[in-house]
Each structure stands twice: as structure tokens, then as C-alpha cells.
């Protein structure tokens, strides 16, 4: 079943074309990675998606109905959630707080607060940050700083889960259980978009691959089809 | 350490309480004089703690306190003999309500400075437009205001500060208050976990707005004439900016206390050294942003969790988003 489509998604800065005529379907269950040089358009495809930004041209599908043009609270309470590349968390809140926040307002209908406790009660222990709860979330280290991000997107209760590098600066013991967490949230049924650098990651995790390069989309497959394939190998893997 | 933040936490509302007694009860045992003072300190009171709601919460600084303050005079300049004295403190908290929610929904998509800079021409926008209706349209500039008893209007401000710190503590205990603290603290993130962060932004600055139309009304019965020279004084939207950094941000505390040590101070000043007033003014001012950031109240935290907690807790730093690669 598809869980989202992307029609000739066009977004322009300037004369520039950040992304240009995207098409993409993503299957609800999967692990979809997203791939490519600095500045192919990556975060921009996230930004169209999320709502941060409103497309030239084109359109997006969220389970069927069109969420393009939509403001971002609209499209995470729609079950559309997503990461940022810098992470974005409230620094002087408690790791509680935070993820409460998600778990209060991500929610499709109102949530009354003990229930929202609970989910985020939920989302903190299944993220593994139960020894940080009152910590204020800016005491963190980055890679628990990553976490908060994702437990306050999983809190949000959300269908699919857009995630910005969630594996950047971190080191290779803390990618190894990033990649566990990456896969516990599939399991649990939530659908995943990751954009990612680290390629152990994306070709050990992801079912299929897409590869951005100047806004264009110019190689899908599975990860042997795209480790393999002469123009990507050009663009972006290198010899 | 727990000890110290248990009775701290039942301090606070029972010296509120106590302060509250005894100002209903000070108009019966003092001389007037104090009494017109002490009702300077409430209006600065309700326009500091109600420009901090918004502004100190979401860190949007807003210099249209003024205009707000304004709409609340001109309220009761033109409707002041027509209403119950009641209504018309409502009648001009409803005007700033409706002014701040038009101007909310053009202007809170700007930030940082653009913001600042837009809230403050509007004030001087309104007044112009103002003053040019007067003369070229009614071809009378201003209005005379029949008073009220300085008296009346100390009570009337001590309830409507009371129910502004009220409604104060009700937002910051809800959602809403957890969800205006993420929009000061990493507004795209908020609106990305679900937050209606433009709504809730002009909903908050409309409520604050509320309180200062409803004091510009209550103050108007205290002046014998009003025009837009004398309502639109851009003086109301920088005190209160001045007198809640100078009390300090984000706590219900500083700018009461803010306020009250602001106007009190001036007064002094003004009265003693009328020569170089502005002077020592702007000396205390800035000694205060250079050596106490976070205002009084930073100032007395400190000193009690010296008192109460001797040896500092070393290892774990609290300081926000210092830790790591955060963005906001």
C-alpha cells in the first residue's frame, strides 16, 4: 500500500531549482533511504514534504489526500512527522517536557494530558533516554540530543517518519544502535524517509534507495542496485 | 536542596497574597500621594507582566504596548460618559484585544527585529492617523475626560492585576504555556511537533493586549484630557520592555517587582534631581544589563540558592543548547 506520492515536486530559490520534478511513491512498512551530494536537494525535498516550504509545482499524497500547501502543525497531526539535519530541540526544557510537547500536539485530536504523559512516558523508555527524564535536554550529549528529537516525532503518535541525518557527528558504536533504533521504529509499524551520509547505514538498513543529484532524481533501486550502478558510483559513491 | 524548593514553592503565593491584603488595604492609612504612586506602580505592573506574557514567553519583542495602552484611553475618551465605569474598562480592554489580533495576524510572520520594528511604527502610525481624523475630520483635536477618583482607580488596577497574574499562572501551568515557552525556545521545531504556532501567537498577544486596553481605559478617568499626542507616548511600550529586563524575563516575579522598584526609582530620581535625572537613570539601566542579565529576580535566586545550597553541584552543566551542535 502506498503511504506517500510525490508527483513533480518543483521548488525553486531564486533561478535556482532545488528540486525538480520529483516523483517518488514510498510503501507503507519500509525503510526508504535518501542519498546524495551536499546540496542535491535533500532537505528541500524534506521541507516540501513536512510543510516548511510550499512547492512551484508539483504535489504530494499523503495517504491518498493531498498535503502540499499545508501548514507543518497540519501535516504532523495528519501522521507526517519529520527530524532536522541541526537538531532542534527546546535546549532549556527537560527531556520530559519535550517529548510531552509532541505527544500534547502532534496528536490527530486533542489529547488529554495524563494520557500524553503516557505516550511520552512511552516513546522516552522505547528511546532509551529513561535515565535523562528531568535532565534539561540541552545538557545532552548530541547523540541524546538526537533521541530527544526522535522520541518527541515518535510521541506525535505519527504514520510516517522523516528522518535528516539522524547519524551525522556520531561515532561508530553510537551509529550501530542508532540503526537498531532506526529498525525498532519500523517494526513497531511506522513507515521511515532518512536522508543519510553514513553509507554502512543506509546500505545495511534501507529496502530501497533514491539518489538525488542537482534536484533531480537519477537512480532508485534496492542498496545492491545502487552500490553498484556506473552513474551514481560517478556522482556521489566515487571509485 | 528539596527542602529549599518546597517552602519556596509555598512562599511565593503566600507573600502574593499578603502583598495583595495590604495593598487593598493602604488607601484607608496613607496619604494620597503614595496612594497616586502606588497606582503609577499598578499600571506599570499590568503593562510589564502583560507585555512579558507574550513577549517574554515567545521572545517576539513587541514595542506596541502603547498603542494597546492607547486604544484603552481613547476607549474611555469617547465612550466615558455613555457606560457604567465597568463596561468601559472592558469596552477598552476589547479594543486592544481587537487591535492586537489585527495587527498579530499581519505582523507575526515577521521575526526577531523586523517584528520589534513594525510594532513600534504601528504606534506611530495610529497616532498620525489619529491625529489627522481630529483636525481635518471632526475638526476637534482631543477629548475632555470626567475623572474618577484617584482611589477608585487604584482599586480597579489592584483587580485587574490581580486577574492578569491569574491568568497568568493558568497559561503557564497548560499546554498552552508548555507550547508558548517551544515557540520561544525553537519556533520551527514547535511547529513541526504539532503546534499552531501563528494562532497561538496572535491568540497570546491579543489576551496580553486585553489587560493593558483595560488599564489605558481605568487610566483615562485619572487625566483631565486626552489626544493622541498624550495616548499614543511610545514611553508605555519602553518602559515596560525596560522594567521587565530590569526585573527580569521569565518568571511571573520580575516584572512585578520590575515594575514596582522602576516606577518607584524614577519617582525618586525625578523629585530629587530633576537636573540629571535621566543621568543616573540610564546608568542604573545599563549597569543593570551589563552585571545582572537575568534582572532582580536573577539577582535574589542567586543569592538564596547561595544561602541554601552553599557547595554548587559540580559535573552535570545545565546550560541550554551549549552542549552540542543545536541550532536553536
Redesign the interface.
Known amino acids: 500500500m502506498q503511504i506517500l506520492h510525490v508527483e513533480g515536486l518543483t521548488k525553486y530559490f531564486g533561478g535556482l531549482a532545488a528540486v525538480s520534478g520529483v516523483d517518488l511513491t514510498v510503501e507503507k512498512g519500509e525503510i526508504l533511504g535518501l542519498i546524495g551530494p551536499n546540496g542535491a536537494g535533500k532537505t528541500t525535498l524534506f521541507n516540501l514534504i513536512?510543510g516548511?516550504l510550499v512547492p512551484n509545482a508539483g504535489k504530494v499524497l499523503f495517504k491518498g489526500e493531498k498535503i502540499s500547501g499545508l501548514?507543518?502543525?497540519v501535516v504532523?497531526?495528519k501522521g507526517l512527522?519529520?527530524t532536522?539535519q541541526?537538531?532542534?530541540?527546546?535546549?532549556?526544557?527537560s527531556v520530559f517536557?519535550n517529548v510531552?510537547?509532541?505527544a500534547?500536539?502532534?496528536?490527530p485530536e486533542k489529547i488529554a494530558?495524563k494520557k500524553?504523559a503516557e505516550v511520552a512516558e512511552e516513546a522516552i523508555a522505547f528511546t532509551g533516554l529513561s535515565a535523562f527524564h528531568d535532565?534539561?535536554?540541552?545538557?545532552?550529549?548530541?547523540v541524546n540530543?538526537k533521541r530527544v528529537?526522535v522520541a518527541?516525532?515518535l510521541?506525535?503518535k505519527p504514520e510516517l517518519l522523516m528522518l535528516d541525518e539522524m547519524m551525522a557527528?556520531l561515532n561508530p558504536t553510537e551509529v550501530g544502535e542508532a540503526m537498531e533504533l532506526v529498525k525498532r521504529i519500523r517494526d513497531s509499524g511506522i513507515t521511515i524517509i532518512m536522508i543519510e551520509h553514513v553509507m554502512k547505514a543506509i546500505m545495511n538498513i534501507c529496502g530501497r534507495i533514491i539518489v538525488l543529484d542537482h534536484g533531480k532524481k537519477i537512480a532508485e533501486g534496492t542498496p545492491e542496485e545502487i552500490s553498484t550502478s556506473k552513474t551514481v558510483i560517478e556522482i556521489y559513491l566515487g571509485e | 536542596m528539596k527542602k529549599s524548593k518546597r517552602i519556596a514553592k509555598y512562599i511565593v503565593p503566600v507573600v502574593i497574597v499578603l502583598v495583595v491584603v495590604l495593598m487593598a488595604a493602604v488607601p484607608s492609612f496613607t496619604d494620597p500621594y503614595k496612594v497616586v504612586l502606588l497606582r503609577t506602580i499598578l499600571m506599570f505592573a499590568i503593562l510589564t507582566l502583560s507585555w512579558s506574557l507574550f513577549s517574554g514567553t515567545t521572545g517576539y519583542t513587541s514595542l506596541a504596548t502603547a498603542a494597546f495602552y492607547g486604544a484603552g484611553l481613547y476607549t474611555t475618551a469617547y465612550l466615558g460618559d455613555k457606560l457604567p465605569l465597568p463596561l468601559i474598562v472592558v469596552c477598552g480592554g476589547i479594543a486592544a484585544f481587537v487591535l492586537a489580533l489585527l495587527m498579530g495576524a499581519i505582523t507575526l510572520r515577521l521575526k526577531g527585529i523586523y517584528f520589534s520594528i513594525f510594532t513600534l511604527s504601528s504606534v506611530e502610525l495610529i497616532k498620525q492617523i489619529l491625529h489627522w481624523y481630529e483636525i481635518n475630520i471632526i475638526g476637534v483635536r482631543g477629548h475632555y475626560v470626567t475623572r474618577v477618583n484617584d482611589v477608585t482607580v487604584y482599586y480597579v488596577l489592584l483587580v485587574i492585576t490581580v486577574l492578569l497574574m491569574l491568568t497568568i499562572y493558568l497559561i503557564k501551568r497548560s499546554?498552552y504555556g508548555?507550547?508558548l515557552?517551544?515557540i520561544g525556545?525553537?519556533e520551527?521545531?514547535?511547529?513541526?511537533?504539532?503546534?499552531?504556532?501563528?494562532g497561538l501567537k496572535v491568540l497570546t498577544y491579543a489576551i496580553s493586549s486585553f489587560f493593558i486596553g483595560m488599564a489605558g481605559a481605568i487610566m483615562a478617568t485619572a487625566m483631565l484630557y486626552i489626544d493622541s499626542y498624550v495616548a499614543f507616548d511610545l514611553n508605555y511600550s519602553f518602559f515596560p520592555t525596560l522594567m521587565a529586563i530590569f526585573g527580569g524575563l521569565g518568571n511571573i516575579l520580575g516584572p512585578l517587582v520590575g515594575a514596582a522598584v522602576f516606577t518607584y526609582l524614577r519617582e525618586i530620581l525625578i523629585t530629587k534631581y530633576p537636573y540629571h535625572y535621566m543621568l543616573i537613570f540610564g546608568t542604573v539601566m545599563v549597569l543593570t544589563i551589563l552585571y545582572l542579565p537575568s534582572g532582580l529576580i536573577g539577582l535574589a535566586q542567586n543569592i538564596w540558592k547561595k544561602l541554601t545550597n552553599p557547595a554548587p553541584e559540580k559535573g552535570?552543566?545545565?546550560?541550554?543548547?551549549?552542549?552540542?551542535?543545536?541550532?536553536?
Open positions: 513536512s516548511t501548514k507543518p502543525y504532523c497531526r512527522v519529520r532536522f541541526s537538531c532542534k530541540i527546546f535546549p532549556e526544557m517536557q510531552l510537547l509532541g500534547l500536539f502532534g496528536a494530558w500524553a535532565l534539561p535536554a540541552g545538557s545532552l550529549t548530541l540530543q528529537e518527541r516525532a510521541a506525535t557527528g | 499546554r508548555l507550547a515557552s517551544s525556545s525553537c520551527e521545531a514547535a511547529a513541526h511537533i504539532g503546534v499552531n504556532v501563528v552535570l552543566k545545565t546550560e541550554g543548547g551549549k552542549h552540542a551542535d543545536t541550532s536553536c
